[in-house]
């Protein structure tokens, strides 16, 4: 099956900081969305996003999608941004394959 | 906005019980899921499903089984847990928006079977 793998596995920023997340995924993909799980374990949509860039407030994100690779960037991180940051790949069969996440940490 | 529902949000529960998680959504979804995600590790499917009287199973096995007899709710019951079902369980659901799919999530289950 398809390959996702997300870097860095974790990332300790201090407030204020900017941050750029990986994730490379093995094959072609109809769609790439990233995702946010907060703390207590809610996994919040943050961009649909299968190929080009968008931006969301101080979020924002692109994929290349035929190098096979999304970015998420995250600028003047906030203590609220920490959790994990998932990446997830749709192919052909319409599921979701998620990758191992990022674990961000933002102290004050 | 998405809303869809899970209960219980925790539940601790003794080897051999039956037990139903229940996930409910109220934005008319065709499609829904089921997620297993241990602690700190990545999400993995073990079911879905397409529509009313439809299921299929995900990528990971599970002992779990699933039922779709209404659009909006989409239960997994586990008929006798044991300890190696201790997760948490998220269900979601999704709308189409292109080719693919946005899927909304639910707060999740945490399990602990002892």
């Known amino acids: 099956g398809i390959q996702v793998e997300q870097s860095p596995p974790d990332l300790i920023l201090q407030e204020g900081a900017n941050s750029t997340l990986r994730c490379n995924f093995s094959d072609s993909v109809n769609n790439l969305q990233w995702f946010h799980q907060n703390p207590w374990g809610q996994l919040i949509n943050l961009f649909y996003i299968p190929s080009g860039t968008k931006q969301n407030g101080r979020l924002s994100a692109t994929t290349v999608a035929t190098e096979r690779y999304s970015l998420l960037y995250i600028s003047s991180s906030q203590t609220t941004d920490s959790g994990v940051y998932f990446c997830a790949v749709e192919t052909g069969a319409n599921n979701l394959f998620f990758g191992t996440g990022t674990r961000l940490t933002v102290i004050p | ?114």
């Not at chain 2, 529509?51 to 007899?69: C, H, P």
């Not at chain 2, 909006?72 to 292109?98: D, I, M, N, V, W």
Request: with cysteine; net charge negative; proline share 4%.
């Open chain 2, 1 to 114: 906005e998405a809303d869809i529902y899970q209960t219980p949000r925790y539940l601790v529960i003794g080897t051999g019980k039956k037990i139903t998680l229940e996930c409910s959504q109220t934005m008319g979804h065709d499609k829904m899921y089921w997620y297993q995600q241990d602690p700190g590790m990545e999400l993995h499917l073990i079911h879905y499903s397409y529509g009313v009287n439809s299921t299929e199973k995900g990528d990971l096995s599970s002992e779990s089984t699933v039922s779709r007899i209404r659009t909006e709710h989409f239960p997994l019951t586990l008929e006798s847990a044991r300890p190696s079902h201790t997760s948490q369980y998220l269900c979601a659901s999704s709308e189409k928006r292109g080719i693919g799919e946005t899927q909304y999530f639910g707060p999740g289950t945490r399990l602990l079977v002892l």
